[in-house]
């Protein structure tokens, strides 16, 4: 009976909580369905009429491309960044959370202190150097990144779970003569599954959304992705802008985030208890 | 063992960041190859530029989805007529559009055909040669309307920019509903005076009701420097000695002004404008009626026009008693420049040509790049009916009477000054008589140093 | 909460782990590469940059420390925007991760459709900073907007949310808050980390629900807690989507967070030296409190690893 009780309170505060939360996004979601004179005029929630032209001339794009070609692009971006980055920045976190080496903490500290000046100042030399290697409209500088680990705060995040592991657990596989790396795969991990995830999910959401980098890297409208596409047709300079169709399309290509969130949580759920840690 | 490892390690690091450190140092001159390939401009007829050859073109621009559309017409005419010349077109909208073309100019990845802003000109062109002098360049300037180049085109005696609109500002877009509800007349000319009194009136009558609105911008390029400009009849700055054309008093009166019209409530409330900065078309009070006008430019009709379902008039923007000047100003704020690195200036140039002068790629256009920059442009649209009557109205009003500017008046730093302390005199942070003071210290400060370069 | 953490049975008692380096160092590799070719060069000539009044298009000249004594004697902005931004992450990081703490917490209790309220939660997170949000937030907190109806219906009075040059700095606070789903997913993975048998444990020893979550859940969440108020108190005093899209500084300055200030003195004034002067006073100033919260982890922090080496 006692549990009963606990629950309700949980599930009176998180439906409280929720509809505060999310009564927002509604009112953006039905705005999709509003002209701009409804959208900025009136206060409902309701639009007055509901009608999927929004998304319909909306996926159109303007002029070459629809959003089949941006939503193709993104994916092109981001899945195979997201991948490197969850192997390159475990092993990472893997060699600064279990070895001893020489400068560790220097290195350490370098690699945060990279976290620390605002990216406007480091985007013009950073791509001079994207420039000189020729990666300018490609999506080599997001893949090379990934595949070297720059992203310090993923690093970082790795350390932290790896250090929640007891150290015995691997000590005693590598008495018993794997070699680090077999015991990275074999045993660690299984048990960084939150933690691997976690990466996953915030990378991809991280990329999917981030607009000045690919503004900067990303010149031709063939390359373009979503992020770029939803401000594609807004020009503040006089004309007017379909902020239904700007809206509609912002979330239709929110989907796949949203998809990958929901159905990678069982990994943090299933976690370690699965594993069974023997302290 | 492990020394030679810990020195393979040291040399491997020293190595690839000395490596990156060289090629960063060279950034300019001799990249040019690596550059356009990877841009892929075709390399392969740098040196001909003649007719036959297959070139490829870069052509950057801004805009919303008519313009996009409009320009990918006209590329596509182009093309069928040129078959030798490949145009690929990077189109955005505004927000990052000048970071962009910036980033892409100093590190000469730039498109050979660009839009820009005409207030960019002196940033970009005062920095370094980027853009080519289209004078020297097979593009007919000649068809432009009066000394529309000379006005939006030119830097230190160079055509840089083909202005592709012409306008000015401000002008006062008024809803003829509001107008009606408050007897607003407006076959009259007024003065700020009789601004603040009318709106007092209204707000009067209404306490929900506002005659107009203004963000921090509007304030500074619309009302404060407009006003400077009546004042005196002359551009704020003087070119030659860089010294401003205003007193402290002049300036006093101009921040007074704004002032005035919060206190009689003419302007709705800085806080609630503040919200909607840079969008007044969705000021909820402008759309549901509840503010009658707003002061801007000729070019943001279109955006006025689509925000309220009330039919929109346009009147001359307010004047003070005895003014010298209207404090109008009137030209084209953006163009096409071509990109003085490109290796093929003269195709680019020919394109351009085509853009603005061609008739039927004037009658793709209509109105979608701008509104007729060229004198037969006008001829072409109206006579198609492209022409929106709301947007020519204001810019009859504005091709009146106006005053001819400089481009030190439009310096940027100039204007955020300006703008800063418009902000902290209706915030009472400072009296208009200290913010004047300021104003001017400020100005000699960096009017010396604009000077000096 | 330290002497719990150290009666912890998993601390190690011997160290039998592999001392050769050179395993770490292979590790570390691909890092070590990507700093040295992708960020090496960035962040040496940004501190080059603020010696010189390079603005992009012009290269710049070697101005010695004019920049910097510019910073702190003529800018009557530099001072006021790091005292704002100060603000902002004293009242958004706290916030922020109570609230996240708190609501991770609840989503990890076993419940019904509790899949479908974890990603409720995180839906204002997925939405970053884009245009929607800017629209948004102008729609909730206007004069007349939803925040103040809301109120309304409780007779308070309104709110210059967006106007009030001091609020409006509380309002950007309360975006950042509400997309508090970054950090709920760590504390939500970091619970799952704790071993069931510890609370298995204590429940023998006739723990109740308190003493469980003081004894058991804090000290082994504290790494996580101590990675968020880190990245967040990093993040915060770099702040600028939130600031910019919404409000661009205003009004009257009132949200002129550095990072704001540093994007525009960079691409609208032109002035990347004095930009990227601007940008190392911060990263020293960012730098210094990193370094007292690290410090103070010792104290507070509890790994299960018995340490790094």
């Given at each position: 009976m006692r549990v009963k009780k606990n629950d309700i309170i949980a599930y009176v505060i998180l439906i409280v909580m929720g509809v505060a939360m999310i009564y927002p996004l509604f009112w953006l979601f039905f705005a999709t369905f509003k002209d701009n004179q409804e959208l900025f005029g009136k206060m409902s929630l309701l639009p007055e009429k509901f009608s999927s032209i929004a998304y319909k001339n909306g996926w159109k794009g303007s002029g070459q491309f629809t959003y089949l070609t941006f939503y193709l692009n993104t994916f092109k971006l981001v899945v195979p960044t997201v991948l490197l980055t969850a192997l390159s920045t475990g092993i990472v976190a893997y060699g600064f959370g279990r070895f001893k080496f020489p400068f560790k903490k220097i290195l350490f500290a370098l690699m945060i202190s990279t976290l620390m000046l605002p990216d406007a100042v480091i985007m013009i030399p950073r791509y001079v150097v994207f420039n000189k290697f020729g990666w300018v409209d490609t999506y080599l500088p997001f893949w090379a990144p990934a595949v070297l680990a720059c992203y310090p705060f993923l690093i970082f995040m790795q350390i932290q779970f790896l250090r929640g592991i007891p150290k015995e657990l691997d000590e005693s596989a590598y008495m018993d003569g794997c070699n680090p790396f077999v015991v990275y795969v074999k045993i660690l991990a299984p048990l960084l599954k939150p933690s691997v995830f976690s990466v996953i999910i915030f990378q991809t959401l991280w990329r999917w959304n981030d607009y000045f980098n690919n503004l900067v890297y990303i010149s031709s409208v063939k390359n373009y992705t979503l992020s770029l596409a939803l401000k594609m047709s807004i020009d503040s300079q006089g004309s007017s802008t379909p902020w239904n169709q700007v809206l509609a399309m912002s979330f239709v290509s929110l989907i796949p985030p949203i998809l990958l969130y929901f159905f990678a949580q069982k990994y943090f759920v299933e976690g370690i208890t699965a594993g069974g840690i023997k302290g | 063992m492990k020394r030679q490892f810990k020195k393979h390690v040291a040399l491997l690091m020293t190595a690839s960041m000395a490596a990156v450190t060289l090629m960063g140092c060279g950034s300019t001159g001799k990249t040019d190859e690596t550059t356009q390939a990877t841009q892929g401009?075709?390399?392969?007829s740098a040196a001909a530029g003649g007719s036959g050859e297959s070139v490829t073109l870069r052509f950057s621009w801004w805009g919303s989805d008519s313009r996009h559309g409009a320009l990918l017409d006209v590329i596509d005419a182009y093309q069928a007529k040129n078959p030798n010349v490949k145009i690929e077109a990077e189109y955005q909208g505004f927000d990052g559009y000048y970071e962009k073309i910036m980033t892409t100019l100093s590190s000469n990845t730039a498109p050979d055909i660009i839009q820009l802003n005409k207030e960019w000109l002196p940033d970009i062109q005062g920095a370094k040669h980027y853009l080519a002098d289209l004078s020297t360049l097979p593009v007919d300037l000649s068809t432009l309307k009066d000394r529309l180049l000379e006005i939006s085109g030119t830097y230190n005696g160079e055509a840089n920019i083909f202005p592709c609109t012409v306008g000015g500002s401000p002008v006062v877009y008024v809803n003829t509903d509001f107008a009606k509800e408050f007897e607003i007349d407006l076959a009259k000319n007024y003065t700020w005076d009789e601004i603040a009194e009318l709106g007092k009136a209204i707000h009067e009558k209404d306490s929900d009701a506002y005659l107009m609105t203004a963000d921090a911008d509007m304030l500074n390029r619309l009302f404060i420097q407009p006003y400077l400009v009546q004042k005196t009849g002359k551009p704020i700055i003087d070119e030659e000695t860089y010294a401003p054309n205003f007193t402290e008093a002049d300036a006093t009166e101009a921040f007074q002004n704004i002032l005035n019209l919060y206190e009689s409530n003419a302007l709705e409330p800085f806080g609630d404008a503040a919200t909607f900065a840079g969008q007044m078309d969705q000021n909820t009070k402008w759309i549901n009626k509840k503010i009658g006008m707003i002061v801007d430019y000729t070019g943001s009709a279109p955006k006025y026009l689509s925000s309220v379902d009330s039919p929109l008039d346009v009147i001359a923007a307010p004047v003070m008693e005895?003014?010298?000047?209207?404090?109008v100003v009137y030209g084209g704020d953006r163009g096409f420049s071509i990109n003085d690195n490109s290796a093929h200036k003269e195709e680019a140039a020919k394109f351009l040509d085509f853009l603005m002068n061609d008739a039927e790629a004037i009658k793709i256009q209509k109105t979608a790049v701008g509104y007729c920059p060229t004198k037969h442009s006008e001829e072409i649209l109206i006579t198609e009916g492209a022409v929106d009557e709301l947007q020519k109205n204001a810019i009859d009003l504005v091709a009146k009477d106006p005053y001819i500017n400089n481009m030190i008046s439009g310096n940027t730093e100039l204007e955020v000054v300006r703008k800063d302390l418009i902000q902290e005199v209706i915030y009472g942070d400072v009296t208009p008589e200290d913010a004047a003071k300021e104003l001017l210290v400020q100005y000699e400060e960096i009017l010396e140093q604009l000077k000096a370069k | 909460m330290s002497p719990q953490a150290t009666k912890n049975p998993s601390v190690p008692s011997v160290r039998k782990y592999p001392k050769n380096w050179r395993w770490g160092i292979l590790f570390i590799l691909p890092w070590l590469i990507g700093f040295c070719i992708l960020q090496a060069y960035p962040l040496i000539m940004s501190l080059y940059y603020s010696f010189t009044d390079f603005s992009i298009l012009a290269e710049g000249k070697w101005i010695g420390l004019d920049n910097y004594k510019r910073l702190f004697t003529k800018d009557k902005y530099f001072m006021k925007s790091l005292g704002l931004t100060f603000k902002y992450a004293l009242m958004a990081v706290p916030m922020k991760l109570i609230m996240a703490l708190i609501v991770a917490m609840i989503l990890n209790m076993k419940l019904k459709c509790i899949n479908l309220f974890r990603t409720v939660y995180y839906l204002p997170s997925i939405m970053g900073g884009s245009v929607a949000i800017s629209i948004l937030w102008r729609f909730m907190f206007m004069r007349e907007g939803m925040m103040n109806n809301f109120l309304g219906v409780f007779g308070i009075p309104s709110v210059n949310w967006l106007g009030d040059p001091d609020i409006a700095l509380v309002t950007i606070s309360l975006l950042v808050v509400w997309q508090f789903g970054s950090s709920m997913v760590l504390f939500l993975a970091g619970l799952k980390n704790v071993p069931t048998e510890l609370y298995e444990a204590a429940e023998v020893d006739g723990a109740n629900k308190w003493t469980k979550f003081w004894s058991i859940t804090l000290p082994m969440l504290t790494p996580i807690v101590f990675f968020n108020l880190i990245m967040q108190i990093i993040h915060a005093l770099q702040e600028f989507t939130s600031a910019f899209i919404i409000t661009s500084g205003g009004p009257n300055h009132g949200t002129y967070l550095i990072g704001v200030k540093i994007y525009e003195d960079a691409f609208q004034n032109l002035k990347m030296g004095y930009a990227s002067a601007s940008s190392w006073v911060l990263f020293l100033a960012i730098l210094l409190i990193t370094v007292l919260v690290f410090r103070s982890s010792s104290a507070w922090v509890f790994y299960n690893d018995g340490g790094m080496d």
């Open positions: - | 401009a075709a390399v392969t005895n003014a010298k000047s209207t404090g | -």
